[in-house]
């Protein structure tokens, strides 16, 4: 019996052994267990870290280098309005033409592709800048949507910003609200059937109770060569009887005799300021190539005539006026008429430059606005209705800073964006 028990405490001490090292074993692989996951959380950490530093690294090269392609942008445009001789080819006028971005639908938007070279401190960039302007509101202003790719990265950023450019000059304060605004004398033709109504401050078409000048002229001839303009020499020369001015109206010119040659355009000036006749055929080609006309929405606003045939489309609406060129091409022999009943809303202009031949018998169709000719329109025909009209803005007006050189490339304050797709 005592045998027994002295054989059976060895068996329970050594169960007691193995029983504390399976524990202690266990134990120990649970510390090496937790201790390997510490690492790998910790590894995994540090990676997580590393991963998003490397994104930030290539978010940050990817704006830089979108920066940078927008001041490439601005020195192109600059470069290519600063450029001599003066009469070279600017960017819009030899721009490729590229689908524009959402937010942007309708002829009215023309946009070009620009071509930034590799940055050289990032040759793995791949760089975009798209210009984009408004051709109806805002011909002057220039959109640059500039982007970066920092190829096999994921790592792509855009910028936008504006510049305003010499495309259109501001048009002039002050500048008369006659109906008709020239540099010469007017007669209608023997029994014509012709009318010249001033700015209205109440009432119907030419009714109510004049607001400004029927006929404004800039040259007036001195018969009698005294040096002065008399009353009687400017109505001989503005020679609109009563009934061709239902609505009344004075006819103003000058008091003093001025030379007329060489031809100053002072009637052009007046109205247009030193927007030239060079911009606004720019501004109608590039309206014309983008699809606008006058049907389109929104219709197509400037007009540039070098066709000699009479005009016979009605153009305009109140909330969209329009301009209106013949050039000097148009007015070669004798500047083209506007049918009898055609409409046109907005500014219509003769560029005679100062020969009245050039005007002779010319009809004026029926414009709501004012009509510039840069000489005088001697023996008008029937079927001309000038009714003057303002128009804010009229079609030639644009939108500058006060003060600011029209003749520069210059930013537009306030206009930069990121993230413009």
């Known amino acids: 019996m005592s045998r027994l028990l002295l054989c059976r ?21 649970t510390l090496v267990m937790l201790a390997s996951l510490a690492s790998f959380y910790s590894s995994r950490s540090v990676w997580v870290d590393r991963l998003a530093s ?41 721009a490729r033409s590229a689908p524009c971005p959402a937010g942007y639908p309708g002829p009215r938007w023309q946009c070009s592709p620009m071509s930034p070279p590799a940055h050289p401190g990032m040759g793995h960039a791949a760089l975009h800048v798209l210009a984009v302007r408004d051709l109806l509101a805002s011909p002057h202003v220039t959109e ?19 510049v305003f450019l010499p495309t259109v000059a501001p048009a002039p304060k002050g ?30 078409a030419c009714s109510g109770t004049p607001a400004g000048d029927a006929v404004h002229s800039f ?65 109608s080609d590039a309206q014309e190539r983008n699809g606008l006309h006058a049907q389109s929405q929104p219709p197509r606003s400037v007009y540039w005539v070098d066709s000699p045939a009479s ?69 008008l025909q029937s079927g001309s209705h000038i009714q003057a009209r303002t128009y804010s803005p009229a079609a030639y007006q644009l939108a500058w800073p006060v003060g600011m050189d029209a003749s520069q490339v210059q930013r537009v304050a306030g206009s930069w964006r990121e993230g413009v797709r």
């Open 9 to 29: 405490e060895p068996q329970a001490k050594m169960q007691a052994q193995v029983q504390s090292g399976a524990i202690t074993l266990l134990v120990a692989i």
């Open 219 to 283: 040259w007036l001839p001195d018969k009698n060569g005294n040096g002065v303009i008399s009353a009687a020499e400017r109505l001989n020369c503005l020679a609109l009887l009563p009934e061709h001015r239902p609505g009344g109206g004075s006819l103003t010119g000058p008091a003093a005799a001025l030379p007329r040659a060489p031809c100053t355009s002072s009637a052009w000036s007046n109205v247009l300021g030193d927007i030239t006749p060079a911009q606004v055929k720019a501004w």
């Open 144 to 162: 640059l949507h500039a982007s970066a790719e920092i190829t096999g990265q994921q790592a792509q950023a855009q910028v936008k910003g504006s």
């Open 311 to 379: 005009w016979t489309q009605n153009l305009g609406q109140a909330e969209a006026p329009v301009l209106l060129v013949f050039s000097a091409t148009a007015c070669g022999l004798r500047c083209p008429s506007i049918a009898s009943g055609v409409r046109i809303l907005g500014t219509v202009v003769l560029q005679t430059q100062c020969q009245d031949d050039k005007a002779r018998a010319w009809r004026a169709g029926n414009i709501e606005g004012q009509l510039v000719v840069e000489s005088g329109l001697p023996d």
């Open 175 to 204: 500048a008369s609200t006659a109906a008709l605004v020239v540099n010469g004398c007017v007669s209608p033709a023997a029994d014509a059937a012709v009318t010249v109504c001033p700015l209205s401050k109440k009432g119907s």
């Open 54 to 94: 490397n994104n930030q690294s290539h978010a940050t090269q990817a704006h830089l280098a979108a920066e940078a392609a927008l001041a490439w942008g601005r020195a192109e445009l600059a470069r290519s309005y600063n450029a001599n001789p003066p009469q070279a080819a600017t960017f819009w006028q030899t």
